[in-house]
């Protein structure tokens, strides 16, 4: 049976690269260097333009390209590249620009280039974008590209720049995956934000967002297939202005607005989506209890907060995380039957109550080290218990620590050992009294009835006496 020219093509493919991988083993011609364990190469931005250099790294499956500058277009000569990719025939985990100065028409002209390479991630890092885009249209099927990553980038202002995105044809609204971070990005607009139709995860950290352009990042249309969403540390102050804002997403499981000040917000009052399963609300300055929150949230962080006094009913809520709040006790924090995990590490609880912990019936994992416990005899016991019990004590025994009595300040909880007058101090204390005063009375009595047996005696005698007379 004769083998096709695809059958004879492949063939090829794969003896040319069993051939490059046996002739380069680290480095040849240029900067690139290839390690075959783990299938990575890495090379300056230079060597884009370097077929030798690139050569050895025909197999590999994950490539970064580390300083260098591509501003001029006509610098743009990525023939050969591409022909070691498409030779290779390889999926590629990741494609990674480091500290590099590039053009903006770069990446059109790179995405044309690898347009047949499945690529999971193209990612940019420390990366200066100078100029306009105003060329290298991309073809009208997308290109193989999963993810998009840009952290801290710089660039021209987005606005009045839809045109610009428009040019990449179907790719943007097919995109899965787009990270912007650390980018100093104050605002998407919303003809660039409508692009992203079948957008599932989109990460926004660390920028310099403000209240008063969130209707226009999350306008009406934008992002529909929206599921997880990060606004970490992006400069936001009111919480009720972002929950409206927000709350249309339907889809939307996983949303993190921590450390993000929402200290000054005035009203909490919103209704989030029933999709939403996971909010992160950390260091956020957050100091009232009665916010709204997700009716079927299954995992919640308040940590790092101002919270004294908690009181919620989440009845899907699975894990609740408390750590260095400013809760005093654990007493009605709340209904959450299905609670698994619960953190409350670093609050001021001087008294934690056994009893307290057991009424989450499916707890499965506590974490309350850095709290300045009250050792008594009856929660040493009951801690040493539930640290030998199947429930997970996290943290245990080295950031359990007493606070007081100051003759356990400093000593771990599980090297305390109370002596039978410490623990039945008071009942030892009455018994003795008791003991003491009994022996008081029977001394009294017994003088008493000495005495009257001597007066009987005396007044006996005296009687004979006289008789006698």
Request: charged letters at 15%.
């Amino acid at each position: 049976m004769k083998s096709g020219p695809q059958t004879e093509n492949m063939k090829t493919k794969i003896y040319y690269s069993l051939f490059l991988t046996l002739l380069f083993a680290q480095k040849v011609h240029g900067d690139c260097l290839y390690d075959k364990y783990v299938r990575h190469c890495s090379c300056s931005l230079l060597e884009l333009n370097n077929i030798m250099s690139l050569l050895p790294c025909a197999v590999a499956t994950s490539f970064e390209f580390n300083g260098g500058t591509f501003i001029n277009t006509e610098d743009f000569s990525l023939i050969d590249t591409k022909l070691v990719w498409e030779i290779a025939g390889v999926s590629l985990t990741k494609i990674s620009f480091v500290n590099v100065v590039l053009s903006e028409d770069f990446l059109a002209a790179f995405i044309s280039v690898i347009f047949q390479v499945p690529v999971d991630l193209l990612s940019f890092e420390n990366t200066t974008f100078v100029g306009q885009s105003v060329g290298f249209n991309l073809m009208e099927s997308p290109p193989h590209i999963l993810a998009l990553q840009f952290i801290n980038v710089s660039s021209n202002p987005l606005i009045q720049r839809d045109t610009a995105f428009y040019r990449f044809g179907n790719w943007m609204s097919i995109l899965k995956n787009l990270t912007v971070k650390e980018s100093l990005l104050r605002g998407v607009p919303c003809d660039i934000a409508l692009l992203f139709q079948f957008l599932s995860t989109l990460d926004l950290s660390d920028n310099l967002f403000s209240d008063h352009n969130v209707s226009s990042m999350f306008c009406n249309g934008a992002y529909p297939n929206l599921q997880t969403l990060k606004l970490r540390s992006s400069n936001f102050s009111n919480y009720e202005t972002l929950c409206q804002a927000l709350s249309r997403y339907d889809q939307l499981r996983y949303l993190d607005l921590s450390l993000n000040d929402f200290s000054k917000s005035s009203n909490y009052l919103c209704e989030w989506q029933p999709s939403l399963s996971h909010l992160n609300l950390s260091n956020t300055g957050l100091e009232q209890e009665s916010i709204s929150l997700p009716p079927n949230c299954e995992v919640l962080d308040l940590s790092y907060n101002k919270i004294e006094f908690l009181n919620i009913s989440l009845p899907n809520l699975r894990e609740l995380y408390l750590s260095f709040t400013r809760l005093s006790t654990l007493s009605s924090i709340g209904h959450m039957p299905l609670l698994n995990i619960l953190a409350v590490d670093g609050n001021p609880i001087k008294v934690l109550q056994v009893s307290q912990i057991q009424t989450f019936k499916n707890l499965r994992s506590f974490k309350g080290d850095n709290i300045p416990y009250t050792c008594s005899c009856s929660f040493i016991k009951e801690m040493k218990a539930i640290s030998m019990s199947n429930l997970t004590v996290q943290g245990w025994p080295d950031g359990y620590v007493c606070d007081s009595p100051e003759t356990f300040n400093g000593k771990l909880i599980n090297d305390v050992n109370h002596s039978m007058f410490d623990c039945h101090r008071q009942l030892l204390t009455g018994v003795i009294c008791a003991v003491i005063l009994i022996l008081c009375v029977s001394v009294v009595i017994c003088f008493v009835k000495i005495c009257r047996s001597n007066k009987t005696r005396s007044h006996c005698m005296d009687s004979g006496n006289s008789n006698s007379v």
